[in-house]
C-alpha cells in the first residue's frame, strides 16, 4: 500500500523535475535465503514532465545488481512471495541478481478531477555460477488506475490494479561428480516426497489485484486502505507440466498520516493471510499423472506495521532530509530499523546534486544483521 500512496501522493504535488541516481550498499542477510554477506549498486533514473497546466506524464527506470554470499536451502528468487512451496537444495553458494525495472503513466487534473493510469515492468534473473546451479526467471506485469476528485489542499482518490507473475526456475549440475537431490517443498519444513528427486525445471505462474481508497494532502492529514490479492501455482516440468501445489495470498492494510510543509509521518498496519493446497496425484502411467485431490495443507497468518518520519532542514546554501522507519513483523518476531540522511547541493540554475547515506538493523530470533549504503546523483 505504501508505494501505490507514495506514487499518488506524488502525483498530486510534486512539481516537473528529472532525477538521476547512482547507489550502492553492503551489508549481512537476515536470513539463510539471503546469504551471509550481501553487496550491490544500482542506478536510477526518475522524471515527471507537465505537458500542459493540467496533464502530465512521469516515468522512471533501474537497473539492481547484487552478489549475495553462501546463500543456503532456498533456489529460488522473489523466495518470501513464493514461500513455502520453494525449489530446495543441501549445498547453496554464491547467488547473483539482476533486476530491471520500469514504471510510467499518464495523469490528468481538469474540473477537480484527478486520474491517472500507468503500466509497470519488472524483470529480474538470480542465477549461481558453481553446482547446483541454480538459475531464475522472473516477469512481473502490473497495469494500475486512478480517479478522484480534488479540492483545496486534499485529494480523494480510488484505485485499483491488476498484474500476471511468472517464475521459471531451472537448476543445473555440471559436475562430473554427480548430483545432489533437488526438494520440493509441500510446507515450511516437509518436501513433496513423490516429486523430490531430478525434478530440475518448475514454473511458477499467478495473477495479482488490488483495490484501495486513498485521502491525499499537500499539507494536512493522510489516510488509505487498501486490499491486495495475489494467487499463484507451481508446476513442474515431467515431460508435460505437472501442477503440484497453489497459493494464495490476502493482504489488508490501513495508513494514517500527517503530511506539513518541512515534515512528514505515516504509520501504516495490516494483515496478511496465506492460503495453500497441494495436489495428489495416482500412479504415473505413460508420464500421465492423475489428479486425485487437491488438499488444503499450509495456512499461516501475519500481523505487520510500519512507522515513518522524515523531516526537511533548509540550510543556507541546499538542504538536509532526515528520515527514519521502523517495521515490526509480530509473526516472525523481527524488527527493522532505519535512517536516512540526505544532503541536496545547488549547482547552477535549476541544477542540484545530492549524497544520500543510509544504514538498517534488523533484529531476529536473538541476532542481528545490518546494512549501510551510499548514493550520490543530480536532479535537475
Given at each position: 500500500?505504501?508505494?501505490?500512496?507514495?506514487?499518488?501522493?506524488?502525483?498530486?504535488?510534486?512539481?516537473?523535475?528529472?532525477?538521476?541516481?547512482l547507489?550502492?550498499?553492503?551489508?549481512?542477510?537476515t536470513?539463510l535465503?539471503?546469504?551471509?554477506?550481501?553487496g550491490?549498486?544500482?542506478?536510477?533514473?526518475?522524471?515527471?514532465y507537465?505537458?500542459?497546466?493540467?496533464?502530465r506524464?512521469?516515468g522512471?527506470?533501474?537497473?539492481?545488481?547484487?552478489?549475495?554470499?553462501?546463500?543456503?536451502y532456498?533456489?529460488?528468487?522473489?523466495?518470501r512471495?513464493?514461500?513455502?512451496?520453494?525449489?530446495?537444495?543441501?549445498v547453496?553458494?554464491?547467488?547473483?541478481?539482476?533486476?530491471?525495472?520500469f514504471?510510467?503513466?499518464?495523469?490528468?487534473?481538469?474540473?477537480?478531477?484527478?486520474?491517472?493510469?500507468?503500466?509497470?515492468?519488472?524483470?529480474?534473473?538470480?542465477?549461481?555460477?558453481r553446482?547446483?546451479r541454480?538459475?531464475?526467471?522472473?516477469?512481473?506485469?502490473?497495469?494500475?488506475?486512478?480517479?478522484?476528485?480534488?479540492?483545496?489542499?486534499?485529494?480523494?482518490?480510488l484505485?485499483?490494479?491488476?498484474?500476471?507473475?511468472?517464475?521459471?526456475?531451472?537448476?543445473?549440475?555440471?559436475?562430473?561428480?554427480?548430483?545432489?537431490?533437488i526438494?520440493?517443498?509441500?510446507?515450511?519444513?516437509?518436501?513433496?516426497?513423490?516429486?523430490?528427486?531430478?525434478?530440475?525445471?518448475?514454473?511458477?505462474?499467478g495473477?495479482?489485484a488490488?483495490?484501495g481508497?486513498q485521502?491525499?494532502?499537500?499539507?494536512g492529514?493522510?489516510?488509505?486502505?487498501?486490499?491486495?490479492w495475489?494467487?499463484f501455482?507451481k508446476?513442474?516440468?515431467?515431460n508435460?507440466?505437472?501442477p503440484?501445489?497453489?497459493?494464495?495470498?490476502?493482504?489488508?492494510?490501513?495508513?494514517?498520516?500527517?503530511?506539513?510543509?518541512?515534515?512528514?509521518v505515516?504509520?501504516?498496519?495490516?494483515?496478511?493471510?496465506?492460503?495453500?493446497?497441494l495436489?495428489?496425484?495416482?500412479?504415473?502411467?505413460?508420464?500421465?499423472?492423475?489428479?486425485l485431490?487437491?488438499?488444503p495443507?499450509?495456512?499461516k497468518?501475519?500481523?505487520?506495521?510500519?512507522?515513518y518520519?522524515?523531516?526537511?532542514?533548509p540550510?543556507p546554501v541546499?538542504?538536509?532530509?532526515?528520515?527514519?522507519?521502523?517495521?515490526?513483523?509480530?509473526?516472525?518476531?523481527?524488527?527493522?530499523?532505519?535512517?536516512?540522511v540526505?544532503?541536496?547541493?545547488?549547482?547552477?540554475?535549476?541544477?542540484s546534486?545530492?549524497?544520500?547515506?543510509?544504514?538498517?538493523?534488523?533484529?531476529?530470533?536473538?541476532?542481528?544483521?545490518?546494512?549501510?549504503?551510499?548514493?550520490t546523483g543530480?536532479t535537475?
Amino acid at each position: 500500500m505504501s508505494i501505490l500512496l507514495v506514487i499518488l501522493t506524488a502525483l498530486v504535488t510534486d512539481t516537473a523535475r528529472t532525477d538521476l541516481t547512482l547507489s550502492g550498499h553492503f551489508g549481512q542477510g537476515t536470513e539463510l535465503y539471503e546469504g551471509t554477506q550481501i553487496g550491490g549498486f544500482s542506478v536510477e533514473a526518475k522524471s515527471i514532465y507537465d505537458i500542459t497546466s493540467s496533464s502530465r506524464i512521469f516515468g522512471e527506470a533501474s537497473y539492481h545488481w547484487e552478489d549475495c554470499k553462501q546463500t543456503r536451502y532456498v533456489d529460488n528468487a522473489d523466495y518470501r512471495l513464493v514461500a513455502p512451496y520453494w525449489t530446495v537444495d543441501s549445498v547453496g553458494g554464491d547467488m547473483r541478481r539482476e533486476t530491471y525495472a520500469f514504471y510510467g503513466g499518464y495523469r490528468m487534473l481538469k474540473n477537480h478531477i484527478l486520474w491517472h493510469a500507468a503500466l509497470q515492468f519488472r524483470a529480474e534473473q538470480s542465477y549461481r555460477m558453481r553446482d547446483p546451479r541454480a538459475k531464475n526467471k522472473v516477469t512481473d506485469l502490473r497495469v494500475e488506475a486512478s480517479i478522484g476528485y480534488q479540492w483545496q489542499q486534499y485529494a480523494l482518490s480510488l484505485q485499483a490494479y491488476g498484474g500476471r507473475y511468472k517464475q521459471n526456475n531451472e537448476i543445473r549440475f555440471y559436475s562430473e561428480l554427480g548430483e545432489t537431490t533437488i526438494y520440493h517443498m509441500a510446507n515450511d519444513t516437509e518436501p513433496y516426497a513423490r516429486f523430490s528427486s531430478n525434478n530440475k525445471l518448475s514454473y511458477y505462474t499467478g495473477y495479482r489485484a488490488g483495490v484501495g481508497v486513498q485521502l491525499l494532502p499537500t499539507t494536512g492529514f493522510m489516510a488509505g486502505v487498501q486490499y491486495d490479492w495475489f494467487r499463484f501455482k507451481k508446476e513442474l516440468s515431467i515431460n508435460t507440466q505437472v501442477p503440484i501445489a497453489a497459493l494464495t495470498t490476502h493482504t489488508l492494510s490501513a495508513q494514517i498520516g500527517y503530511v506539513a510543509t518541512r515534515w512528514r509521518v505515516t504509520a501504516t498496519a495490516g494483515a496478511e493471510l496465506k492460503r495453500g493446497e497441494l495436489y495428489l496425484y495416482g500412479d504415473n502411467a505413460n508420464n500421465y499423472y492423475e489428479l486425485l485431490f487437491i488438499v488444503p495443507n499450509y495456512s499461516k497468518n501475519l500481523v505487520f506495521a510500519h512507522v515513518y518520519g522524515d523531516y526537511r532542514l533548509p540550510l543556507p546554501v541546499g538542504d538536509m532530509l532526515f528520515a527514519a522507519k521502523v517495521n515490526y513483523d509480530m509473526f516472525l518476531q523481527r524488527v527493522e530499523e532505519g535512517v536516512q540522511v540526505q544532503y541536496t547541493f545547488p549547482l547552477k540554475k535549476r541544477y542540484s546534486w545530492l549524497v544520500r547515506a543510509q544504514a538498517r538493523l534488523t533484529q531476529f530470533d536473538n541476532a542481528h544483521a545490518w546494512q549501510v549504503g551510499l548514493s550520490t546523483g543530480l536532479t535537475f
